[in-house]
């Protein structure tokens, strides 16, 4: 039996499946999540996989789109899950495409966490918004901020800070040092948020940005504490939910 974990995000769909064989893929949300959901499941189908043979647990802000999910599950609950597999005792900072939470975990359950507000800025959005301001991928992004001087962005708003760099623009600042105040711009406010909460000593990044050990250190650096992004952290709340999809279809079976 296969294990599928979807986790339906607002720029990408991550998926995971586990069993008969571990695999993991990705596909872009696109403007619907129905639309998403119907190419993942011909992407399952194509890789051999037996849906109506495998137990699904859907998560994300699309769940509610899979319509041959056996069980929709919290961001939160799964992101957990994906990380206290390995580390029973951590914190997870996710940095998302439209939100950014702190999720505290003891004992492989989670006691606490945190979400952003509803403004963009500190999410991936803000960054994808920005690098595509300064003509740039978002990995060259954060590639041209190592080498840059800050230079402060302080509005909270995303137009409003995007209105700041095409100032920086327009007065012939270097592309590196706007890169390199978008990124820290963004850390200071994800390390804000995380910092509200009692960080554990291990702190995992978990998201599509959590590749880039940069951002990592970033982060790290304003929290006074080591910041490591997860390995398949982009998966983590795809993966949480396979776990937690295994962990139901045994309840199910006792039943």
């Known amino acids: 039996m296969n294990y599928i974990g979807i986790d339906i995000g607002s720029t990408a769909a991550k998926i995971a499946v586990i069993g008969d064989e571990n695999f993991f893929f990705v596909l872009p949300t696109g403007w619907s999540s129905i639309e998403t959901t119907k190419q993942i499941r011909k992407e399952l189908e194509n890789r051999g996989v037996d849906i109506e043979k495998s137990y699904t647990v859907s998560t994300g802000y699309g769940r509610a789109a899979v319509d041959f999910a056996n069980k929709e599950i919290t961001e939160i609950t799964c992101h957990a899950a994906g990380c206290a597999d390995t580390t029973p005792n951590c914190t997870v900072i996710d940095v998302g495409g439209q939100d950014t939470k702190t999720i505290l975990i003891d004992g492989g359950m989670v006691s606490d966490f945190l979400m952003n507000d509803k403004c963009s800025a500190g999410t991936g959005k803000f960054i994808e918004v920005m690098a595509n301001r300064l003509g740039l991928e978002i990995d060259d992004l954060f590639h041209l901020a190592e ?25 012939g600042k270097k592309r590196e040092d706007i890169a390199a105040g978008v990124i820290d711009s963004v850390a200071a406010k994800v390390s804000t948020l995380a910092g ?15 590749h880039i050990d940069f951002f990592a250190e970033q982060i790290g650096n304003k929290l006074g504490k080591k910041v490591v992004g997860k390995e398949h952290g982009k998966f983590a709340g795809a993966y949480g939910a396979a776990l937690l999809a295994k962990k139901n279809a045994a309840k199910e079976a006792i039943k």
């Open 196 to 210: 509200r909460l009692p960080l554990s000593d291990t702190i995992w990044l978990t998201g599509g940005l959590s």
């Open 147 to 171: 080498t840059g001087q800050v230079l402060p962005i302080s509005s909270l708003c995303t137009v409003f800070a995007e209105s700041e760099i095409i100032n920086y623009i327009g007065a």
